[in-house]
């Protein structure tokens, strides 16, 4: 008799397991993706809930306009002040300086911070809220608020007021543990002081008849180019402030501008190039720290952005 064949079991198919074993990774992938999305939503609604919350009356009556003096002090801390003339806020201790009107505008949200948990203080029960020994003082012309102990279940901190301890939203805290730097102005010049001339190492940009000039002459320099590069000046903005280190300048820009009418020059030190790009204004008695990029764009005028 004829052999009979048997029959032959197909080879299983490699190429499908694996699609099928890369769709499911694909599909827990994607599921756990969706868990994690939700879950950070349901933080962040559950953290605006939580913000909501915090209601009641303002911690002070105080008027921000009616404030011209903020002292803070903090242990083992050189004591900061700041100071109103006019509009304008200026730090006169540790060191005179203009003042960051953003940070200032911060400490003074305080004032008005919501405050629905509050009762009369007893001497023996501070030390349970952090107040015998608050980590900040804050003084509001002569009104002070000392700044205790966070709640330990809720973002929220201990504050004593006028003989009150009332709690209010921990990121209060925050403007009254700044270092004195972060009071500083980062900007380079003042706001109502104009730029008229720029004179680098290498060349200068001057104002002449209501346009930037360079000098020598550039042909291949457009107005553009030079309105862009004289803006980055008359705005460039430090990214940290500090007292002069009585290192030794390298090399000096003139500046010739206006301010308040008058025609006025600076004469900035260059301190370094790299890693940072350091400047001294020697009548301020401070130095500004750049990124050693934007150092190498304040000295280099190309006709094309760099």
Known sequence: MPDTEKPVNPAPDRGADAVLSGLRQR?????ALLILIGLLGWLAVHRAGQEKEVTGPPLTAMATEAISQLRIERPDQTVIVLEKTGTAWKLTKPVPARANPFNVESLLRVISAPGDTRFTSKSGELVKFGLDKPQSRLWLNDQEIAFGSLHPLNNRIYVLYKNEVVLIPGHYLGPVLYPYTNFIDSRLFEE???????????FTLSLENG???????DSKLTSDRMNDFAAEWQNARALGVEKYSGKPVLDRIIIASTHEANNEKLVLGILAYKPSFVLHRSEENLEYHFTEETGKRLLNLSPGIE
Do not use: V
Not at 211 to 217: D, E, I, L, S
């Open 192 to 202: 109502n002081r104009k730029l008229t001339s720029i004179k680098l190492p290498d």
């Open 27 to 31: 599909w827990l992938l994607n599921g």
């Open 211 to 217: 346009a930037w000039q360079k000098n020598p002459p």
